[in-house]
């Protein structure tokens, strides 16, 4: 369980990795659309921050109460 929580926690922190370059680089470009599609993004940002923060809570759980 906790090698699949720490999957998890991976794949959450590389996934917020990816959607701030994205919502970066599109900061930087004009118009309505990129400024939407920035805020998405960062909208998107936040909530995969939370599930890794989440996933963390849950693994530090598992580990306390169940061991390794």
Do not use: C, H, P
């Not at 930087?28 to 993004?41: F, I, M, T």
């Amino acid at each position: 369980m906790a090698d699949f929580l720490s999957i998890l926690i991976y794949l959450a922190i590389g996934g917020t990795a990816v959607v701030l370059v994205l919502g970066i680089i599109s900061l930087y470009r004009s118009g309505d659309k990129a400024r939407s599609q920035s805020n998405k993004l960062m909208r998107a940002r936040v909530a995969l921050q939370a599930l890794a923060i989440a996933l963390l809570g849950l693994l530090a759980f598992v580990k306390a109460n169940f061991g390794s």
